[in-house]
């Protein structure tokens, strides 16, 4: 009896543990992508950058991504971009340049936007993007993306799935990876991510060089 009264004993105290921590922890659940329609800008990045970046990013329906380097366009599948460039994209068609100091040039640029934006309520098409906890409190988490149950590449011109790795730099979103892959399944998909080291992620579909369906998790 003895042996029993210390074995109850040992499962009420951690059970007891493991709740004191739970109430200062909170339990971990799936973050899942939200259909956005995508912006992209860059290299440079200035007061007008930052000025699209934040109107962008106000709205529920875009979010904008700033690639601080032609490199980086290269990875994402768009070529011929130098380090001065100021060209902005929307869902893979180029909408402008920042690169004039006139205001009315920026809000041509939103004006273009506005009116070329897609609604967001089915975007998100038949892909897959979540961070996926790897134990009760997400200490790390699995990115997990998916395309429909029977596509798995896509051969028609200019076309491919794009995965992009982000994080907020003073309020713009500023890319530190890229891919562009025309099988979704040789994207590089992070695993193990520590809390503490989460991006944001976007993933979405190009279909005859436009965006056709995206989804993005933010930091």
């Known amino acids: 009896m003895k042996v029993k009264r210390n074995i109850l004993l040992i499962i009420v105290t951690a059970l007891a543990a493991l ?44 979010i904008l991504l700033w690639y601080p380097s032609s490199a980086m366009f290269n990875n994402r599948g768009i070529e011929g971009v130098t380090s ?33 934006i897609k609604n967001t309520e089915d975007f998100g098409g038949n892909l897959k993007l979540l961070l996926m906890p790897n134990d009760l409190f997400g200490t790390t988490r699995d990115l997990v993306i998916g395309v429909g149950t029977q596509e798995k590449v896509l051969i028609t011109p200019d076309s491919g799935y794009v995965l992009v790795q982000f994080i907020n730099e003073n309020g713009v979103y500023r890319v530190t990876n890229a891919e562009f892959e025309t099988d979704w399944k040789n994207l590089t998909v992070p695993k193990n991510i520590p809390s503490s080291q989460l991006k944001g992620f976007a993933f979405f579909k190009i279909e005859n060089g436009e965006v056709v369906a995206a989804l993005v998790i933010q930091p």
Do not use: H
């Open 19 to 62: 709740l004191i921590y739970s109430c200062s922890t909170p339990i971990a659940f799936p973050k899942n992508g939200m259909p956005l329609n995508i912006v992209e800008a860059g290299p440079v990045r200035d007061s007008r950058l930052e000025d699209l970046s934040n109107w962008c990013n106000s709205r529920t329906d875009t």
């Open 84 to 116: 001065t460039d100021k060209y902005v994209f929307l869902n893979n068609r180029q909408v402008g340049s920042y690169d004039d100091d006139d205001s009315e040039n920026l809000r041509k640029i939103k004006n273009q936007i506005e009116q070329m």
